[in-house]
């Protein structure tokens, strides 16, 4: 079975100030301790928007960046609507989006995106609602419902009309309030920048069987096969590894055997695609699992976790927490324990992959 070697570096809280970059006058100066709030992964930041203030019982507008070279908090404009349990934020075409959440009135449906604009020849960063495709021409194209739990990711796609290879995002999964969901949707980044109107389609399925519907699962893209992988979720027995296929439209899903045992059904925490496998952080009734899936041969490994690094993760692997993954690495921020919401940062880096047989000659 496979040993994954992982190193742990915590980011404690730190209070907005001089040191930690821009301040605004007109903002709250201590900034209240988010439970599920949604994780942004950039390359140089990570940001941590929204989220759920149990003082006051309401959804938060607030949006928090830590600077991964300095290792700074900063205060970054609010949402202009409060929001909770996005679940969803992705970085694409040098801004950020973010689709869908809890609101005060209910579930959303909005697309929003935060971008630097210029006024009087200075760079502000400001956010803006995406309408649907078409609004300003009274003729609207379709988008998805309103829903919290889902997965939105970047990908690639080649376009039908230039045939060039753009940037997209995916959406999958979710619970609309009523009934969990399985559709894919694709956005097209360069367009819905160009237009300021969100260029959604949804990727119906030709081939194979769908999985069932289902939220909070782990969803990454592998950008060598056009596909999309599923694993986990909530209500559900979301105990297989589904495959979207896309390349060359082909649009098919694909229930793939695995070969190992996996543990009972969990919901997907987190995953990351590294050296042509699947990490996977998932959460259930048994507890935390780290999983190893092979894409090659869908060989699945169970992770051992060192024990002094358990208790400390499962306090972030859970569902008040947030996670995202870039280049390889999983960052966890907040989570609870019986007596406190915590509010550092925690980095998961798998610096060294070696089999347990190896490691044993």
Not at 28 to 51: D, N, R, W
Not at 85 to 93: D, K, L, N
Not at 237 to 254: A, D, G, H, I, L
């Amino acid at each position: 079975m496979d040993t994954v070697y992982t190193t742990f570096t915590v980011q404690e809280w730190e209070e907005e100030g001089s040191k930690a970059g821009t301040v605004y006058p007109h903002r709250q100066p201590t900034v209240p301790h988010p439970l599920h709030a949604t994780l942004c992964c950039g390359k140089e930041s990570l940001l941590v928007i929204g989220g759920w203030d149990r003082k006051e019982a309401a959804p938060l507008a607030q949006v928090l960046e830590w600077d991964r070279a300095s290792f700074q908090w900063r205060r970054l404009p609010d949402l202009p609507v409060p929001l909770s349990e996005a679940q969803s934020a992705v970085t694409a075409g040098g801004c950020v989006l973010v689709f869908g959440g809890s609101t005060q009135h209910g579930l959303s449906d909005k697309l929003w995106l935060l971008q630097r604009k210029k006024y009087n020849e200075s760079d502000v960063l400001e956010w803006t609602f995406l309408p649907a495709y078409g609004t300003y021409q009274e003729c609207p194209q379709a988008t998805p419902t309103p829903r919290i739990g889902h997965s939105l990711t970047t990908g690639k796609a080649v376009h039908p009309v230039t045939g060039e290879t753009e940037e997209v995002l995916y959406l999958f999964g979710g619970f609309d309030g009523q009934r969990h969901r399985r559709e894919v949707w694709r956005l097209w980044v360069t367009a819905t920048l160009a237009t300021q109107e969100a260029v959604w389609e949804e990727v119906v399925p030709a081939q194979g069987m769908a999985p069932s519907p289902r939220r909070g699962m782990a969803v990454v893209f592998d950008p060598s096969q056009y596909a999309l992988y599923v694993f986990g979720g909530v209500d559900c027995s979301c105990n297989e590894v589904y495959t979207f296929y896309m390349k060359e439209n082909q649009n098919r899903w694909v229930c793939a055997p695995t070969q190992g045992v996996l543990p009972a059904p969990q919901r997907g925490v987190a995953a990351c695609l590294k050296e042509n496998s699947l990490l996977l952080f998932l959460e259930g009734t048994c507890g935390l699992h780290l999983i190893k899936l092979q894409l090659a041969d869908m060989r699945v490994g169970v992770v051992k976790i060192p024990s002094s690094h358990l208790s400390f993760l499962s306090c972030r692997a859970n569902s008040s927490a947030t996670a995202c993954s870039e280049s390889g690495e999983t960052f966890f921020f907040g989570g609870t324990t019986p007596d406190s919401v915590l509010d550092s940062l925690l980095r998961v880096g798998f610096d060294k992959t070696e089999t347990a047989n190896s490691k044993k000659k």
